[in-house]
């Protein structure tokens, strides 16, 4: 069993910038894939960003060159997020799964709020 824990949203104005963590119980095994999603209201979930263990990231068209994951130690992902906009607005989670898995382990969410 894996435990993630996000943290970092909050409300910003369009424009600014906010940096989620992902905080996980364990470092992330060679084959596994971090991801960033989130849920806007009445919509469903969508892929924001992955990050293999060995570093490689892909975005979503809607974020790139806006938002930038990465590893910042062994335990923790980070989602930071510039040039926000009001559709971005949504709660965010982390997920660590199998690179050929559509499941895996998910955090609680952290809520993000743009306003314009």
């Known amino acids: 069993q894996v435990q993630l824990v996000e943290s970092g949203g909050g409300l910003v104005q369009a424009g600014g910038s906010l940096r989620l963590n992902c905080a996980a119980s364990?470092?992330?095994?060679?084959?596994?894939?971090m991801g960033w999603y989130r849920q806007a209201p009445g919509k469903q979930r969508e892929l924001v960003a992955t990050?293999?263990?060995?570093?490689?990231a892909s975005y979503v068209d809607s974020v790139r060159g806006r938002f930038t994951i990465a590893r910042d130690n062994a335990l923790n992902t980070v989602l930071e997020m510039n040039s926000l906009k009001p559709e971005d607005t949504a709660v965010y989670y982390c997920n660590l799964r199998q690179v050929f898995s559509d499941s895996g382990y998910w955090g609680q969410g952290t809520q993000v709020t743009v306003s314009s």
């Open positions: 990050i293999l263990s060995g570093g490689r």
């Open positions: 364990r470092s992330i095994f060679s084959g596994e894939v």
